[in-house]
């Protein structure tokens, strides 16, 4: 469209525009130690101006800036520094330059205990090329955020799987099982989000699976509660138990009755051995349950597979 062509001619204008006012500003050493960005009102924050061009991609104002040796390690809005925010946006060229005039990424944090290795894990989509240069400048894989979260944890929940691979090559054994302060590991979170990609990769890599997570859950039975077949097709394949019951003595099959997924259930059925057993406390089958919540199609599965249709529950129904 000509509008869309011309909108896009005028931004890049705005742009060089901008760049050249930048760049001649420094040339005149004028005190930028702090300036406020040009978002919409609803938007704006005073931040340094390092951050400013840093996250505008102006790499030769970023130059100039550095040359005037100003503190390269200034902390802005939430503890931010301009390292921090080049992890985010993955700019493995202007964290170079960073480095080169003193940016600290090994020790720095901001407000939420998240280092540049963290930030680039849960950022920069996948940028593999930033990772490997940040680890090899001494950021650490194993540093934990205030809510226990390693940079593999953000990797995960992110579904950066290149990331994720990249940050199991480097102390693996530190870092695959760590627990979050929700007692909650990468393991967890990618079942949670449904990457049975990035679960295979945890998997492949020696991952626990043979534990229950926070709530008395093991692996099979919170892929099962969350409803991903892929995911409960991996977790059969690699959990030593399919018959694991959760603090209720409900089975992975009770659950995806509750759920009402046929096909999970079929899945279970031809894997596990616990078509017919009672929960703990009301001593309710899968069948039973089945039949409380009407799902006929899933009774019809049931009595397919030879589950027993008269049972008991514990007032004898």
């Given at each position: 469209m000509p509008g869309q062509r011309n909108s896009k001619r005028i931004d890049k204008l705005q742009e060089v525009s901008k760049k050249y006012c930048i760049e001649s500003t420094l040339q005149y050493n004028a005190d930028l130690s702090n300036f406020t960005d040009d978002r919409k009102e609803s938007e704006r924050k005073e931040e340094p101006f390092l951050f400013h061009v840093v996250?505008?991609?102006l790499d030769s104002a970023v130059e100039?800036?550095?040359q005037r040796q100003l503190d390269v390690n200034q902390r802005g809005k939430n503890g931010l520094t301009a390292a921090m925010i080049a992890a985010?946006?993955?700019?493995?060229?202007?964290?170079?330059m960073l480095l080169d005039n003193g940016a600290d990424i090994a020790n720095l944090v901001d407000d939420e205990g998240e280092t540049v290795l963290h930030k680039?894990?849960?950022?920069?989509?996948?940028?593999?090329?930033?990772?490997k240069f940040l680890i090899s400048e001494g950021a650490q894989v194993n540093v934990l955020d205030n809510l226990g979260r390693s940079p593999l944890h953000w990797a995960v929940i992110q579904g950066h799987t290149s990331t994720a691979e990249t940050l199991l090559c480097y102390n693996v054994d530190e870092v695959i099982d760590l627990d979050d302060r929700f007692q909650h590991r990468p393991i967890h979170y990618a079942i949670r989000t449904c990457r049975s990609d990035v679960a295979q990769l945890l998997v492949n890599n020696n991952c626990k699976l043979d534990d229950e997570e926070a709530m008395g859950d093991s692996m099979?039975?919170?892929?099962?509660?969350?409803?991903?077949?892929?995911?409960?097709?991996?977790m059969l394949r690699h959990c030593k138990n399919a018959n694991d019951v959760d603090l209720q003595g409900w089975t992975a099959l009770h659950h995806a009755v509750q759920r009402g997924d046929p096909g999970i259930c079929q899945l279970l059925l031809t894997k596990s051995s616990t078509k017919n057993m009672p929960d703990h406390e009301h001593r309710q089958t899968p069948i039973y349950?089945?039949?409380s919540l009407c799902q006929i199609e899933i009774v019809t599965l049931l009595l397919e597979h030879g589950v027993k249709?008269?049972?008991?529950?514990?007032?004898?129904?």
């Open positions: 996250r505008k991609g100039m800036f550095l985010e946006i993955g700019s493995a060229e202007k964290m170079q680039s894990s849960h950022w920069s989509k996948g940028n593999v090329v930033l990772l099979l039975i919170y892929a099962v509660k969350n409803g991903d077949r892929p995911m409960c097709e991996l349950v089945a039949v249709l008269f049972c008991f529950d514990d007032k004898k129904r």
